[in-house]
């Protein structure tokens, strides 16, 4: 069983920057992945970055070279830089953790993209 606790979420102006994180509960260093995803309102929850293996990351072509994600195993964190942000960012992100075959979620944190 593992907690995951996100952070960071707010509103900012589009080209603006945010940094969410997400706190685990226990050590990270042998979860099979650790991640971000979103859903809109309407829309899917889909998958924006996620790190598999403590080294491999993936991003989603709609953010690669905007958005930046990094892990603090010390810290038990993941965390997700976002930058030049778009009205189309907005979305509840929720953090994700593979504890192969189980998935863990977060309460989810909103990020609104407005002027």
């Known amino acids: 069983q593992v907690q995951l606790v996100e952070s960071g979420g707010g509103s900012v102006q589009p080209g603006g920057s945010l940094r969410l994180s997400c706190a685990a509960s226990r050590n990270i260093f042998s979860f099979n992945a650790m991640g971000w995803y979103r859903q809109a309102p309407g829309k899917e929850r889909e998958l924006v970055a996620n790190?598999?293996?403590?080294?491999?990351?993936n991003y989603a072509d709609s953010v690669k070279g905007r958005f930046t994600i990094s892990r603090e195993n010390a810290k038990n964190t993941v965390y997700l830089q976002m930058n030049s942000l778009k009205p189309e960012d907005t979305a509840v992100y929720y953090c994700?953790?593979?504890?192969?075959?189980?998935?863990?979620w977060g309460q989810g944190t909103q990020v609104t993209v407005s002027s």
């Open positions: 790190i598999i293996s403590s080294s491999i990351t």
């Open positions: 994700n953790a593979n504890i192969y075959p189980i998935n863990y």
